[in-house]
């Protein structure tokens, strides 16, 4: 690879994390649920429910496209003091995927994931550990579980640092570095959030989720998500995300850069 793309990846990647910030998935909503406790009354039970459904234009994780056409998403957390629970499914909207099993793959479940997640603040911002486990339905690929720690730092770029380790299938490690700023326009939580991230994926890991047995940079991400805070209890965000490898042997036989958009519908119970 020429010297001169490395400078214009790097260039992309420190303005990526100097000046936005890493929205973990195409749902990310964070910034739509800060807006909307902003605007919600004190709650007099510690059992709070959210959930929220996406349209996507395609759905890339981790850098990995899933499929060049539209996507539903939705999910449903369930948080009690500093313990929260979620579940998150992956709709196929199209009818071009064909998928284990089938002849077509138009409204197909092609994944879902249910998570748990212990959050306790630090003196310079939270960590969070959990445990995730995805089920990749309807693809012939197999179900795995990995456990995570996070570590956000307070600040108005909030620079994180997460490790998650396949404890099944793809039995490594993947490591991300991020950051974010979230600009408010008005009170109500409307803004825009940037944001970036960097992956690093051990041998073993890359392996099982890239068909490249070799450690190394995975994937840089930029998204750009804009809130609409509608009351306490509703919201939506539009977002565009650009995503590309950093790894010559994983681009190799793929698409290396993808664009994607789309909106979320957010209500918090």
């Known amino acids: 690879m020429s010297r001169s793309y490395w400078k214009i990846v790097c260039g992309v990647a420190v303005v ?24 919600a009354p004190k709650a007099k ?9 996406d349209w ?12 060049d056409d539209a996507v539903l998403q939705s999910s449903l957390q369930v948080n009690y003091g500093r313990l ?29 994931r249910s998570s748990l997640k212990y959050t306790a603040p630090t003196p310079t911002g939270n960590l969070s ?46 490591v991300e570095l991020g950051a ?8 109500s939580g409307f803004g825009v959030h940037f944001s970036g991230s960097i992956g690093y994926g051990t041998s073993n890991f890359n392996s099982f989720t890239y068909g490249v047995s070799k450690a190394g940079l995975t994937d840089l991400g930029l998204r750009t998500t804009i809130i609409f805070p509608i009351d306490s209890k509703f919201s939506l965000t539009t977002f565009a995300g650009f ?18 958009f789309g909106t979320t519908i957010g209500i918090r119970f």
């Open 16 to 39: 990526g994390l100097v000046s936005v910030g890493f929205a973990e998935s195409a749902t990310d909503t964070q910034p739509a649920r800060e807006a909307r406790e902003k605007l």
């Open 45 to 53: 039970t510690k059992i709070k429910v959210s959930a929220q459904v």
């Open 56 to 67: 996507a234009s395609k759905y890339v994780f981790r850098g990995v496209n899933r499929g």
């Open 84 to 112: 929260s629970g979620s579940i998150w499914g992956n709709v196929d909207l199209s009818r071009t995927n064909v998928y284990y099993g089938t002849s077509d793959g138009f409204a197909r479940v092609t994944e879902y």
């Open 129 to 174: 550990l959990g445990v995730t486990h995805f089920d990749f339905a309807n693809t012939g690929r197999p179900s795995t579980t990995e456990v995570w720690g996070k570590a956000n730092l307070r600040g108005p770029f909030a620079p994180y640092v997460a490790a998650y380790f396949d404890v099944d299938e793809g039995n490594g490690a993947y």
């Open 180 to 187: 974010g700023r979230f600009l408010a326009f008005d009170p």
């Open 243 to 260: 995503s590309t490898y950093l790894n010559d042997d994983i681009r190799a036989g793929r698409t290396s850069t993808n664009f994607t």
